[in-house]
């Protein structure tokens, strides 16, 4: 077979607790060795989508196809292949040694465990010698986040699930957790789905991104997400306060909560001199914090910060050189209301 | 680091095994199991007569000292072979009723009444009788047991004897529902009077070094008196009663060894009981 | 109130001289303490675990039952299995009254809500990483409960020596179910009552140090099974 077979497929899921629904994923496929990132504001259902890829529990309805076969928690099909590394550092209170090897135990591994344990220690950034014995409680955040990152990393699994791997430790660390995570795609072809906040982060590494909201997918690649609550204009227009009495003007919303997207494509950055007056378009003033390029497709991206707002803008690669867009320059963006989408 | 923890564990287990195995071990067979009340014991009287008792007849006696009426209960419900009490009336009913047999009076010893040296009721040299109407009078404050104990009721039949009710409502009468000791650091407390048995008072005026500051203001009355009787358990009643250890036991407390033993009694230097058993 | 230094010199004293009726005192609360400690612990440990592991219908009413069984006072107890035990009981055919064995049973009944409940709160307020961490590093089902239990036992530890200290203190049902009877069922507790009923206030205070010394070696020699 020359089709490769997707490693997840995620058919029909709904999650509830409590009867709230908190997930709703109609498909969703993820290749073998891919890199996949999710995006979404908090409570928009990345970690309960983690968990459940991890088979820690079951959905409430709809299923899940590891390899192409449906999986349930305790399977042994996937029991020892995939493994979630959460936001908060959590270890058993065991030594270092003894929390890593812990899943080498339960794999009936009677091996001796040295030789991996040190590896996994030594790939992300600790001194085996330093570390292996000490306790779970003598060690910093950052610290126990790598050390539970090499209890999963010992394993060599077949996919490894990063909620927030770097939410709540230094810089330094989080970097160290980065780099070992990617190592793990590289060495074993370790299939990736990361959750985070830093959406610059999982543009750099993930093939793929999805957008998770209120527990749905909405969408793939770079796109921005303002909430409301949104206030009548006289026009018919709409808009919200974004700081540095910035207004963010936006057509009329289906309610005064509701969440507009807006498309990095229809964001325009204004040429130098260019009139910032027309009809039907709003305009809004911003400084360049980062120019990236997209890894698939290698369009080019600007983040523009208005205000408290980041706004993703695709910039056309003919303009680039046209326009100065350093780092710290101040442009005006242009976009019309009536191109938002709702939800 | 863990070779130093493993022997220090060791060392714990091997510490707890012999403090085990220093319990003396138990013999089982010929064993005489009693129910007492709290005065003969903590006298130290069956401490005395206990070795004695196994040397002359081969017999382990074993007591538990309670209050009377507990001591009564555990007789009625078989869990003891015999009882040695001091509550004359409340035995004839318990022979009556059938839950013990041959009572027989062993020895007494008496009660007194004690208050503060200022005597405020001025009982002091007067008959029973007189003294509890003088306190009641007054209105002073008088300590009692409350707790149904031999001792309790013995001071119930001495209000009685007065003639008018147990002041049982009055303010000035304490019901302490505690042992005689600690009743009678409370009468100390609230400078009042009280009834004791003679043995607890000696203990009492010892722990005081000598000048306690309660006194000893009526005693030598004849209605005083404090009579201790052993009873068996109706072996009709409770078969597996070890009636003939009992009958062993009555006959050996009322022979003359036991008897004379019982007269030398010394606590803290003064004699405590009188041997009166009939032969 | 010179009895307090008195009692402090006795207590080196009973000690060290090797006092036959102390050690009895001593070897009497160790056997029945050990003996009740043992149980309430086997039984206690595992209904304390499903007690807070598990969902199951009752469960509350379950809880607030052991709860309100923390509050037992211990003469309750000792006159209750004394009704069981005594000869005209139902259980009088064993012969456990006046012995250290009934006390155990007693002592058992004691310490259980206590081993149960607080073993229930350890598992209750463990992690809540806990699971997730384990089923993702590849634990099974069995793996999981036993895991579990290993990640609570210090909680169980704290549970057990809380039983251990009522237990050891209790008097209630030495004196009702054991008797205080001398050489056999004397515990340490009730020769402490005995004294003080003597007026012996010393002696009372030596056997209470005697009884403190226990419990800091008890405590000492656990100790080594926490951490550091």
């Known amino acids: 077979m020359t089709v490769s077979q997707p490693i997840y497929r995620i058919e029909n899921l709904v999650h509830r607790y409590n009867s709230d629904p908190v997930l709703a994923v109609d498909r969703l496929d993820i290749e073998p060795a891919s890199i996949m990132g999710l995006v979404g504001p908090n409570g928009s259902g990345k970690s309960t989508l983690l968990k459940l890829m991890a088979f820690i529990f079951r959905p409430t309805q709809g299923r899940i196809l590891f390899d192409g076969k449906s999986a349930l928690p305790f399977d042994s099909s996937v029991r020892f292949l995939v493994t979630l590394l959460t936001q908060d550092p959590y270890l058993m209170k065991r030594t270092v040694f003894k929390n890593i090897a812990y899943g080498l135990k339960v794999r009936g591994n009677r091996e001796n465990w040295t030789r991996p344990v040190h590896d996994a220690l030594a790939m992300v950034g600790l001194d085996p010698d330093i570390f292996a014995h000490r306790q779970w409680d003598q060690l910093s955040g950052g610290e126990a986040q790598r050390v539970a990152l090499a209890a999963r990393l010992v394993l060599k699994p077949r996919v490894l699930l990063l909620d927030e791997p770097t939410a709540s430790v230094d810089a330094a660390s989080s970097e160290l957790i980065r780099a070992a995570s990617l190592r793990a795609r590289s060495e074993w072809g370790t299939t990736l789905v990361i959750a985070s906040h830093d959406r610059e982060w999982l543009y750099d590494v993930c093939d793929e991104v999805i957008h998770l909201f209120k527990g749905t997918p909405t969408g793939a690649g770079r796109s921005n997400m303002v909430f409301g609550p949104w206030v009548p204009e006289e026009n018919g227009l709409y808009s919200k306060l974004i700081g540095d009495g910035i207004r963010f003007t936006v057509s009329a919303p289906p309610n005064a909560d509701a969440t507009a997207f807006i498309d990095p494509a229809v964001i325009r950055i204004l040429n130098s001199g260019e009139a910032s007056t027309a009809e039907n378009i709003t305009f809004v003033d911003g400084t360049v914090i980062r120019i990236a390029s997209e890894k698939q497709s290698g369009n080019l991206f600007a983040d523009v910060r208005a205000g408290s707002l980041t706004l993703v803008v695709r910039v056309d690669e003919s303009h680039l050189a046209a326009m100065t867009l350093h780092r710290g320059w101040p442009v005006t963006l242009a976009y019309r209301p009536d191109s938002i989408r709702w939800l | ?279 | 109130m010179d009895f307090i230094l008195a009692g402090f010199i006795e207590a080196i004293r009973l000690l060290f001289s090797g006092d036959d009726q102390t050690w009895s005192a001593v070897g009497a609360t160790l056997k029945a303490s050990s003996g009740s400690m043992a149980a309430s612990l086997t039984i206690g440990v595992p209904l304390g675990f499903a007690l807070g592991y598990f969902q199951f219908p009752a469960k509350r009413q379950l809880r607030l039952l052991v709860d309100t069984a923390l509050a037992l006072p211990t003469v309750f107890i000792g006159l209750v299995v004394y009704a069981f035990i005594s000869n005209r009981g139902p259980l009088g055919e064993m012969g456990l009254l006046f012995t250290l064995t009934g006390i155990a049973i007693g002592q058992t009944i004691l310490a259980l809500p206590v081993v149960i409940a607080l073993s229930a709160t350890a598992v209750e307020s463990m992690d809540r990483h806990l699971r997730a961490l384990l089923i993702s590093l590849g634990a099974s089902r069995r793996q999981l409960l036993f895991s579990s239990l290993w990640e609570v036992r210090y909680g169980v530890l704290a549970a057990g020596l809380t039983a251990y200290g009522r237990v050891m203190t209790e008097v209630g049902i030495s004196m009702m179910v054991g008797g205080n009877i001398k050489w056999h069922t004397r515990t340490i507790t009730t020769a402490i009552a005995l004294e003080t009923g003597k007026g012996m206030f010393s002696t009372g205070i030596a056997l209470g140090l005697v009884l403190i010394a226990i419990a800091f070696g008890v405590n000492v020699c656990l100790s080594f099974l926490r951490k550091k």
């Open chain 2, 1 to 279: 680091m863990h070779k130093k923890k493993q022997m220090a564990v060791k060392v714990c287990l091997i510490v707890v095994l012999t403090l085990m195995m220093a319990i003396p071990a138990m013999t089982a067979d010929n064993v005489l199991m009693m129910a007492t009340t709290t005065s003969t014991d903590n006298t130290g009287l069956l401490d005395d007569l206990a070795p004695h008792f196994t040397q002359a007849t081969g017999v382990e006696l074993k007591w538990t000292s309670v209050g009377t009426g507990k001591a009564l209960k555990m007789g009625e419900n078989c869990d003891v072979d015999v009882l040695l009490v001091h509550a004359p009336s409340a035995e004839k009913t318990y022979v009556e009723k059938g839950f013990g047999v041959n009572r027989r009076e062993i020895m007494y010893n008496d009660f007194v009444i004690i208050g503060p040296e200022s005597d405020p009721a001025g009982i002091k040299g007067k008959k029973v009788v007189d003294a509890l109407d003088a306190v009641r009078a007054k209105g002073a404050v008088f300590v009692s047991r409350g707790d149904n104990s031999g001792t309790h009721k013995k001071e119930l039949s001495l209000w009685k004897a007065t003639g008018a009710a147990v002041p049982e409502k009055e303010t000035w009468y304490v019901q302490t529902g505690q042992g005689m000791l600690a009743s009678i650091n409370i009468a100390a407390e609230r400078n009042g009077y009280s009834m004791t048995d003679r043995g607890t008072y000696i203990k009492y005026a010892d722990t005081m070094s000598g000048n306690p500051p309660l006194k000893v203001l009526v005693e030598q009355d004849n209605i005083l008196l404090n009579q201790y009787s052993v009873l068996s358990i109706n072996p009709e009643r409770c078969t597996k009663a070890k009636f003939d250890l009992a009958t062993t036991f009555s006959d050996w407390l009322a022979g003359t060894e036991a008897q004379g033993l019982i007269r030398d009694f010394k606590l803290l230097g003064k004699p405590l009981f009188v041997p009166n058993a009939i032969k």
